[in-house]
Every structure is written in C-alpha cells, then in structure tokens.
C-alpha cells in the first residue's frame, strides 16, 4: 500500500532552521501534485508548499522567502528547508499527493484533492 514517512521535526528557538523529509512508498511523483501541509495547534489545516504535476512550485505567503520545497523523484522523496523559523511556524506538519491533479492546477487549490497522507512531523517553536 501507499504510504508517506516524515521526518526531521523537532524543537527549535525562533530564528532556527529544520529540514523536513517525506519518503514515499509505492507512489510516484510524477503526475501528481505533492505538498506539504501543517496544523497548528487548535488551528485548520493549511498548504505550506507544494509542486504541481508541471514541477512549479507555490508558497504560502506566510512562509515566502523563508521555507523552500524540494525532491528527489529518484528516491520519492519530498523535502521542506524551513529557515528562519518563527513561533508561529510551531505546527504538525505533513506531507500530501494528489494522483492525477489537473495540469498547470495550482498545489495549494481548495479544490485540489490529496488523497494520500503521511502520519506527520512535529514542529516545535520556542522563544
């Protein structure tokens, strides 16, 4: 079966960098939009990053200039550099495909359906 394995969560102090990992299994990128996802606590669920099925990239403005996404389609492995970490970026973050996406559909679309998740990373913030 499809799964998704995060890693490199952690506690960090404001200011600090941590690097995501999302190995997937039995999936593909290609033709898919991969993306990363986070929950803050008490909060909805939000897009941080993510490919289209065309390899372009979007950013969630909150993390601009800051985070940058990346993978390794060799290895199905989906990355997230988070820099310059801010209280607010404290979340559980996860990783996300969606087989089959439209083309040139943005990732981070309402109306774009992942469908495979993985169990989730957590992201600690500390002043």
């Known amino acids: 079966q499809v799964q998704f394995l995060e890693s490199g969560g952690g506690s960090v102090q404001a200011g600090g960098s941590l690097r995501l990992s999302c190995v997937a299994s039995?999936?593909?990128?290609?033709?898919?939009?991969v993306a990363w996802f986070r929950q803050p606590p008490g909060q909805v669920r939000e897009g941080v990053a993510g490919f289209d099925r065309n390899g372009r990239i979007t950013y969630a403005d909150s993390v601009k200039g800051r985070f940058t996404i990346s993978q390794d389609a060799a290895q199905n492995t989906l990355f997230l550099q988070m820099n310059s970490l801010k209280l607010e970026d404290t979340a559980m973050y996860y990783c996300a495909a969606a087989p089959g996406c439209a083309p040139y559909t943005d990732s981070l679309e309402a109306r774009v359906k992942y469908t495979y998740w993985g169990q989730g990373t957590q992201v600690t913030v500390s002043s």
């Open positions: 039995r999936f593909a990128f290609s033709a898919s939009c």
